[in-house]
């Protein structure tokens, strides 16, 4: 398995990724690291302790994040999560408290302990604590294998108005930073997360395995389609980056340099000519990832 700290907003499409990360042995999940996002920094410091309990990992630290975006006015998506973030499934309080460190100390400790390159970030989330992480402590960064981020939207409408997508609409300053970071990226954006869709039969499928990752990821799919139970399927967005950590050849890659718009149009991603090279995911092979999906969330 290779180590990973997954940084992240939860919010329901984060936790059902979070919960294959927990559920599938080829993650050896080092640490949660919140933000906000979907919802405040504490809602989703208290979502990250109860899905660890949930799942019974409460030895694997959670620590909370950055409070504010480094630019961007962040958004509350309290309509699409609920207002507790997790549309209101029934989930055990933290058995463990959040640890001492910030998010970004937490991040320097794990990364400085390890070999270089040995440990990947998965991003599900605004990118401000990435770029706090940056702007704090270069060597420890630097230390980082690969961050495969979800985020972005290169051809398709936004979900943050017209141009933008939600976690590069919500902290486009921190998304300036980290693509210009050098360091490996790996994006995943709406053009790629839109396609791989929970229909409500996918649901049935899910609440039939016997797992709890399986089980709860259901019932989190289930409120994802409460806000408007007319919808045909909803987008798994962020499990696209635990099924990219799991099955690289699922997805076409097209490597791009890209600039993040901080000014009138926050978010928006336009591709340049020079800059570091982004792997940018363009393209799923959505039946696979699907099956992918419930055979992880199902494993015993
Ligand atoms: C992203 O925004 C959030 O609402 C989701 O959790 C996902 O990370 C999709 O644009
Ligand atoms: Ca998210």
Redesign the pocket.
């Known amino acids: 398995p290779r180590k990973v700290i997954i940084d992240t907003?939860?919010?329901?499409?984060?936790a059902v990724g979070i919960l294959l990360a927990l559920n599938h042995p080829a993650f050896d999940v080092r640490a949660i690291t919140t933000v906000a996002?979907?919802i405040g920094i504490e809602r989703t410091t208290a979502n990250a302790g109860r899905l660890l309990s949930a799942m019974g990992r409460e030895s694997v630290p959670y620590a909370r994040g950055a409070a504010k975006p480094l630019s961007g006015s962040g958004r509350d998506?309290e309509t699409?999560?609920g207002s507790d973030g997790l549309g209101g499934v029934a989930l055990p309080e933290p058995a463990a408290p959040v640890s001492g460190l910030s998010a970004v100390e937490l991040f320097s400790e794990l990364l400085i302990g390890a070999e270089p390159g040995e440990i990947d970030i998965l991003a599900?989330?605004p990118l401000t604590n990435l770029a706090a992480l940056y702007l704090a402590d270069k060597d420890a960064f630097a230390r980082i294998g690969r961050v495969i981020i979800?985020?972005g939207t290169i051809n398709e409408p936004g979900?943050?108005g017209p141009y933008a997508?939600?976690?590069m609409a919500a902290d486009p300053k921190a998304a300036q930073i980290v693509f210009g970071s050098g360091a490996e990226i790996v994006l995943i954006p709406?053009d790629v997360?839109r396609r791989l869709r929970a229909t409500p039969d996918y649901l049935q499928r899910l609440a039939s395995l016997e797992t709890r990752a399986a089980q709860i990821s259901a019932d989190l799919i289930a409120a994802y389609f409460a806000d408007n139970a007319a919808r045909e399927s909803r987008?798994l967005?962020?499990p696209c980056v635990m099924l990219y950590h799991l099955a690289p050849k699922l997805f076409e890659i097209e490597p791009m340099a890209l600039a993040v718009n901080d000014g009138d149009r926050p978010g928006a991603l336009t591709q340049v000519q020079h800059g570091p090279a982004i792997n940018v995911a363009m393209g799923i092979d959505a039946q696979a990832a699907l099956d992918c999906l419930s055979d992880g969330l199902g494993k015993t």
């Open positions: 907003d939860p919010g329901l499409d984060d996002g979907n998506e699409i999560h599900l989330g979800m985020g979900n943050a997508e939600f976690n709406l997360t987008p967005h962020d």
